[in-house]
């Protein structure tokens, strides 16, 4: 049972470039989350999509688009990389209805230099 | 606005002693609250969930309390280990409405032998 796998784990950008980063779950969650963690910030919701065919803005949505392309997959995209936009992001998922615990990835670690 | 917000930031404390970490929260009305452990490099995981009406909940050498008069939770751990060198995430989940959690800051603990 992989749970909640992202790729990559690692990426370097220059400037302007853009990228997409993935995710998968293979919990049957309905719902699905982007969060960026810098430090002494914690973790700051980016986007996330309560159920297939919906996403919403969260705290951080500036820079960034997302793409429910299904129940198990969840996109985040970067269309021109700023250096500010350097973080470590995690892809997490839920089952809405219930106590709402979130499970996470393991991280993509994002350098733009 | 709803916060969580954490204390220490910061704590170091030598193997087999006891320390206990704060979060106060404004989050209300709240349906649960999670204390979520995260190991340097990986994502966070639940450690405990507190409802409303529970005071007190354990898992193992961890130990969580709630006031929700007060607006307060600790996670006490017991006879700390190496392995509990970590950073413990509060997480307040909202209810009436919005289900979207707020995350505290986190408090980083280092463990020494």
């Known amino acids: 049972n992989a749970g909640v796998t992202q790729t990559p784990k690692f990426q370097v950008l220059k400037t302007g470039q853009s990228m997409t980063l993935q995710c998968a779950q293979d919990?049957?969650?309905?719902?699905m989350y982007w969060y960026r963690q810098d430090p002494g910030m914690g973790l700051r919701l980016i986007y996330y999509s309560a159920s297939e065919g919906t996403t919403d803005k969260g705290e951080v949505p500036n820079g960034y688009n997302v793409s429910r392309l299904n129940k198990r997959e969840f996109s985040l995209r970067l269309e021109s990389a700023a250096p500010s936009q350097t973080s470590v992001y995690f892809c997490?998922?839920?089952?809405?209805?219930?106590?709402?615990?979130?499970?996470f990835g393991e991280g993509s670690r994002l350098t733009v230099l | 606005k709803n916060q969580v917000e954490q204390s220490p930031q910061s704590l170091i404390i030598l193997e087999g002693k006891n320390c206990t970490l704060q979060?106060?929260?404004?989050?209300?009305?709240?349906?649960?609250l999670r204390w979520y452990k995260q190991d340097t490099g990986r994502g966070p995981v639940s450690l405990t969930i507190m409802t409303f009406s529970e005071n007190t909940k354990s898992n193992g050498r961890y130990t969580a309390t709630l006031d929700a008069d007060t607006k307060q939770s600790s996670l006490h751990i017991t006879a700390s280990q190496l392995s509990d060198s970590a950073s413990y995430i509060c997480v307040v989940r909202p209810s009436g409405g919005s289900y979207i959690p707020t995350f505290g800051r986190g408090t980083s603990l280092i463990v020494h032998p």
């Open positions: 919990m049957n969650h309905n719902s």
């Open positions: 997490a998922s839920s089952v809405l209805e219930d106590t709402g615990e979130l499970f």
């Open positions: 979060c106060n929260y404004t989050v209300s009305p709240f349906s649960n």
